[in-house]
């Protein structure tokens, strides 16, 4: 997985410090990365995950932060299973092991 | 008492019963509040009945009146049954892919069922019971996820019964759906003692939502944003069918014949006691396994039987 030279992925393992954690989609996000169910990004924090999937997938960026560039309102991610909103949100520690999911919100009921 | 004027006199007042034998952690208890046993099977009941008299109250619903709901079934069971007994007709639009024991007990009690299509899982019924709602101004529509009734009911009913019954609650662990339940019962708790910790578990969205178009067609219910939701809750756990199932069958252990969600809570409360040195965790089981048969929740292969899940409404 680390092999991939790109984005964040590429400066970062020249370090040897890179974190790469696979990213989930929903259906709904899957064409804005060449239709991919999981890509991978590097980053040791959430936002760093963010920052390199919005540099490698422009079009994907504006569906993951506002403007403001908090967490989309109709998105949830979640760092394993766990919603990022309660781990930190942005600044959410990520492991090497981690998955992030996301996936948009929707109730039940 | 155990002698009633009217069945909805039954509604709320359910049992919490200790299930500690079942908690990963001896340092925690575990308590499970089984409001399957309402009269329509549900927690639903609850919001349905507070819904409906609060609309009485303030003039919003009429005598005879037609309501509207969508619901993946719990909801719409708790309004059947409270419209049947007060005369009122009713409507409520259902995804497709829900058991078929609920559209059978919705028919049980007169409902007119609408149905809405499987992939736009319950935010399409809901978006298809706004657009009648526009159609039909002289119906009365309940609108559950931004009903304030419905977090009321259980601000006052299933919290206080909660604390009632056990005062020594560290952790409340819930599902997250209407975000009624959670937001009614986790902010009563917390105002008696700020130290108790609400924690979420919710489905994966997965199938339902194979019909979004875009993230704007999600939603977030008016019920957790106005209650500040994001505020209320400490952790927030999604949890698949596979690990629901097989807690709704490790259940059967203690006694307790639940649906799906409950096992999603029992997911939740497993991590929680876990994660946590000592305490008291209460959780709320939404229903029993009645509606669930047809499913083979039970009694089939577990894979077999969480892949279907993942086509099914259950929360």
Known sequence: MVTRQVGFLGSATDEGVAVVVDVRLPNVLRPLVGGEAVVTAGGETLREVFDDLASRYPGLGPSLRTPEGEIHRHLNVFLNDDDVRYLGRLDAKVGASDTVTLMPAVAGG | ?315
């Open chain 2, 1 to 315: 008492m155990a002698r009633y004027d009217s069945i909805l006199d039954t509604i709320g007042n359910t049992p919490l019963v200790n299930i500690s034998e079942l908690s990963p952690n001896p340092r925690v208890e575990v308590f499970m509040k089984l409001e399957g046993l309402n009269p329509g099977g549900s927690v639903k009941d609850r919001a349905a009945k507070a819904m409906i008299e609060e609309a009485e109250k303030d003039g919003s619903l009429s005598p005879g009146q037609r309501i509207l709901e969508s619901s993946s079934g719990n909801t719409a069971a708790g309004l059947a049954l409270i419209a049947k007994m007060k005369g009122y007709p009713f409507t409520v639009v259902v995804p497709e892919n829900v058991s078929v024991e609920r559209t059978k007990l919705l028919r049980a009690f007169g409902a007119d069922i609408i149905p809405s299509p499987a992939g736009e899982g319950s935010n399409g019924a809901m978006r298809r019971a706004q657009a009648l709602a526009g159609e039909h101004p002289d119906w009365w529509f309940s609108f559950q996820y931004g009903n304030p009734a419905n977090p009321k009911a259980h601000y006052e009913g299933t919290g206080p019964e909660i604390w009632l019954d056990c005062p020594e609650v560290t952790h409340f662990v819930a599902g997250l759906g209407t975000a009624g339940t959670i937001m009614g019962v986790g902010r009563f708790l917390k105002e008696r003692n700020s130290e108790v910790k609400v924690w979420a578990v919710q489905p994966p969205a997965g199938e339902k939502v194979e019909g979004l178009k875009s993230l704007e067609e999600g939603f977030v219910p008016p019920v957790f944003i106005d209650g500040d939701g994001y505020s209320l809750l400490d952790r927030s756990r999604v949890v698949g069918p596979r690990e629901s199932i097989q807690w709704a069958r490790r259940l059967a252990d203690v006694g307790i014949f639940a649906g799906i969600s409950t096992g999603a809570a029992m997911a939740g409360v497993a991590r929680c006691a876990s994660e946590i040195d000592e305490g008291t965790v209460v959780t709320l089981s939404p229903d029993g396994g009645w509606k669930y048969l047809s499913t083979d929740v039970w009694t089939g292969d577990l894979d077999e039987v969480a892949e279907r899940a993942r086509h099914e409404l259950y929360f």
